[in-house]
């Protein structure tokens, strides 16, 4: 997921050593419509690989969310980072699932790193619990709202095959594929 742009520069950029950022897909990819399958025990050493490819991309791009389809993996896993203040928190989320979301709803703007440039206001619960295995295999619960509930929320699309655009009227939806279509040909 990203935010509207900003022109904050991270800190410590340019003195971070040199990950291969790992590419990220742009809709209409059909791997972004893809549900994706369970993460396992075999699939873990792959993970140790890949998730600071996926962080250096998230970080580099900017944004704020990763989900596993966007690279082209086809595996229930996300990872979040608000780094509100320039303070990095990074979560990784394994097999996470929604367990509980709040009766209230919320009105927030997002994009995402797969629909460069585009950005709509959703709703979505206001707040919500979310089951998940940290990269370590503990069992972990995060009890979120505001921005970090809507984050989850967008990552956790991605592992169904959703994306933002998804939560909006069909007129809208066609609209900013069309423009993003017409955008990404003009960049070649
Ligand atoms: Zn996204």
Redesign the pocket.
């Known amino acids: ?2 935010q509207i742009p900003s022109a904050a520069v991270p800190a410590d950029a340019g003195t971070r050593p040199a990950i291969e950022p790992i590419g990220i897909l742009v809709a209409p990819h059909p791997v972004l419509r893809r549900k994706t399958r369970l993460v396992g025990p075999d699939d873990r050493a792959m993970l140790r690989d890949v998730l600071p490819r996926m962080f250096e991309a998230m970080y580099q791009a900017p944004g704020i ?3 596993a389809p ?1 690279v082209g993996i086809d595996l229930r896993f996300c990872i979040v980072d608000l780094h509100e203040n320039d303070v990095r928190e990074p979560i990784v989320l394994i097999n996470p699932e929604i367990v509980a979301e709040s009766e209230q709803l919320a009105a927030r703007e997002e994009g ?4 460069p440039g585009q950005y709509a206001e959703v709703v979505r619960p206001e707040g919500v619990t979310v089951r998940f295995e940290d990269e370590t295999g503990a069992a972990r619960e995060i009890k979120a709202d505001g921005l970090l509930a809507t984050c989850f929320q ?2 956790i699309d ?1 592992l169904d095959g959703i ?2 655009v998804d939560h909006l009227s069909a007129l809208k939806r066609n609209m900013i594929m069309r423009r993003l279509a017409k955008e990404m040909k003009a960049k070649g």
């Open positions: 997921m990203t969310g990763l989900a966007q995402c790193l797969s629909l967008h990552e991605h994306l933002f």
